[in-house]
C-alpha cells in the first residue's frame, strides 16, 4: 500500500523536525463536528437540512456565533466523513469537494466560518479511503497536507481506515510533520491507538505526544448511556497508562459529546459533561444546534464546568475511587494553596439503579484532600452555589440520583 522505508529514513535524519510542536490546542480543543448527528447523510432531496453540505455547515457556524456557543469557547466547525467526490480531479490529483452539496468550494465555506469568528475543521483518512469509501491521503499526502493549508483549515482529524496498521506509528507523525510544513497552523486529531489497541498492539504514547495535538483512544462514541459508561469504564481501568501522557498540546480523546441528541436524559447529559471536564477532554459537540433544548444548552454553556474543562494547569483527572457503586473522579486545578495544594475537581458519578437518590458521605481523607486550611466548596450544577468551608476532619455529604452526577470544585484556602 504505501512504501514505508523512504519514511523511516527521513525519521531518522530529522528526528527535531518531525515533531509537531505547533504550539496549538494548550487547553483541549471545543467546538462541533458533524459525525454523531449527522454521520453520512448525503441525500440532500429527502434530507435538506441533514445532509452533509455546505448549508449545514454553514448554518451551524451561525447557530455556534449567535446562540452564545462561541462565546463559551466551542470555536471549531468540524466537517467530518462523506464531503468529498468519490475521484481525485484527474489533472492534479488533489481532493474535491462534492460538487453538489459543496457547490461554492471549501474557501468560500472557510471564509464564511472564519467571518463568523470561528475556526474551520476538516477530515481525512490516513488510509486508501475514508470509512465511508472516499478518497484517502496514501499516497498524496504532501499535496492533501498542502491543499487543506490552500483551503484555509484550522483543524485535521485523520482517520485509520482501510490502512495498514503496522505503517500508522510512522505515518501518522509524517503527515503532522507535512502539516506543519505548510506553514499554516492547524490542530492535529490523530486516530491510530484507536485501531492499534484492539488489534493487540499497544499505541506509543510518547510518540503521539510529540506528533499530534490529540488522539482517539479508543471506540467510537454512541447515542446511549451503554455506550458512554463503556468509554469512561475504559478510561477508568486504563487510566495509569493513559493518563499520565494527557497535558497542554496533546490531548487523550473519548470522543465526542453526544449532549443534545436522543440517547441522554437531562441528568445523563450533566454526567458526561462532568466526566469530559474531569478528563480534560475535547468538547467536541455532534449535535443539532437548532434542537437543542434549553436546558441541555445550559450544561453545554456551564461557564464552571468550562472552567474545569479548560483549567490552564492541564492535568488530566482520574477516577479516585468507588464506593458503593458511586465513582469519584478527581481533577487538580487551580488555584493552588500558599502551601503548593491543588484545588480539585470532584464529580461523584451514581452507577446505582435502585430507583432512588443515594446518600453518601466522604472524609476529606478519603477524597485525599490534604490542605491543611481546608477547602472552600461550591456546587458547579448550581450556579457555582457556595456549599462552605470544610476542614480535613468534615465529612462531605452528597446526594446523587441513578445514572446522575453531582459536581463541586474544592479550592484550597
Not at 486516530?191 to 471506540?219: F, I, T, V
Request: glycine share 8%; proline share 5%.
Amino acid at each position: 500500500m504505501w512504501k514505508i522505508s523512504g519514511i523511516l529514513l527521513l525519521l531518522q535524519l530529522l528526528q527535531g523536525a518531525l515533531t509537531l510542536d505547533n504550539g496549538l490546542a494548550r487547553t483541549p480543543p471545543m467546538g462541533w463536528m458533524s459525525w454523531q448527528r449527522f454521520r453520512c447523510i448525503t441525500d440532500c432531496k429527502s434530507y435538506p437540512d441533514e445532509c452533509i453540505s455546505e448549508s449545514l455547515f454553514r448554518r451551524h457556524a451561525d447557530l455556534l456565533a449567535d446562540e452564545g456557543y462561541a462565546e463559551a469557547g466551542y470555536e471549531y466547525v468540524i466537517i467530518d466523513d462523506c464531503w468529498l467526490e468519490k475521484n481525485r480531479d484527474t489533472k492534479t490529483n488533489k481532493l474535491v469537494a462534492d460538487l453538489k452539496r459543496f457547490p461554492s468550494g471549501l474557501n468560500a465555506l472557510a471564509d464564511h466560518i472564519h467571518d463568523r469568528g470561528l475556526k474551520f475543521g476538516l477530515y481525512q483518512d490516513f488510509g486508501t479511503h475514508t470509512c465511508a469509501g472516499y478518497p484517502g491521503v496514501i499516497n498524496h499526502m504532501e499535496l492533501d497536507a498542502q491543499t487543506f493549508a490552500d483551503w484555509q483549515v484550522d483543524y485535521v482529524k485523520l482517520d485509520g481506515c482501510y490502512a495498514n496498521i503496522s505503517d500508522m506509528a510512522v505515518g501518522y507523525p509524517e503527515f503532522g510533520r507535512l502539516l506543519n510544513h505548510t506553514g499554516r497552523p492547524m490542530v492535529y486529531s490523530c486516530s491510530w491507538p484507536a485501531y492499534q489497541e484492539p488489534n493487540g498492539e499497544m499505541p506509543d504514547y510518547e510518540s503521539l505526544k510529540q506528533h499530534c495535538n490529540l488522539w482517539r483512544n479508543w471506540d467510537d462514541i454512541d447515542d446511549s448511556l451503554e455506550s458512554l459508561l463503556q468509554i469512561t469504564d475504559y478510561f477508568a481501568k486504563n487510566q495509569d497508562r493513559i493518563q499520565p501522557h494527557g497535558g497542554p498540546g496533546h490531548w487523550n480523546d473519548p470522543d465526542m459529546l453526544l449532549l443534545g441528541n436522543y440517547g441522554l436524559s437531562y441528568d445523563q447529559s450533566k454526567l458526561q459533561m462532568a466526566i469530559w471536564a474531569i478528563m480534560a477532554a475535547p468538547l467536541i459537540m455532534s449535535n443539532d444546534l437548532a434542537s437543542v433544548r434549553p436546558e441541555i444548552k445550559d450544561i453545554l454553556q456551564n461557564r464552571h464546568v468550562i472552567a474545569v474543562n479548560q483549567d490552564p494547569l492541564g492535568i488530566q483527572g482520574r477516577r479516585l475511587l468507588v464506593k458503593n457503586n458511586i465513582e469519584v473522579w478527581r481533577r487538580p486545578i487551580t488555584p493552588e494553596a500558599p502551601s503548593g495544594e491543588y484545588s480539585y475537581a470532584l464529580a461523584f458519578v451514581s452507577r446505582r439503579t435502585d430507583g432512588a437518590p443515594y446518600s453518601i458521605s466522604f472524609t476529606l481523607k478519603e477524597l485525599y484532600l490534604n490542605n491543611l486550611k481546608g477547602y472552600g466548596v461550591q456546587d458547579l450544577y448550581k450556579n457555582n452555589l457556595d456549599m462552605g468551608v470544610f476542614g480535613l476532619e468534615s465529612q462531605f455529604k452528597t446526594r446523587v440520583i441513578p445514572n446522575g452526577v453531582t459536581f463541586f470544585k474544592f479550592t484550597a484556602l
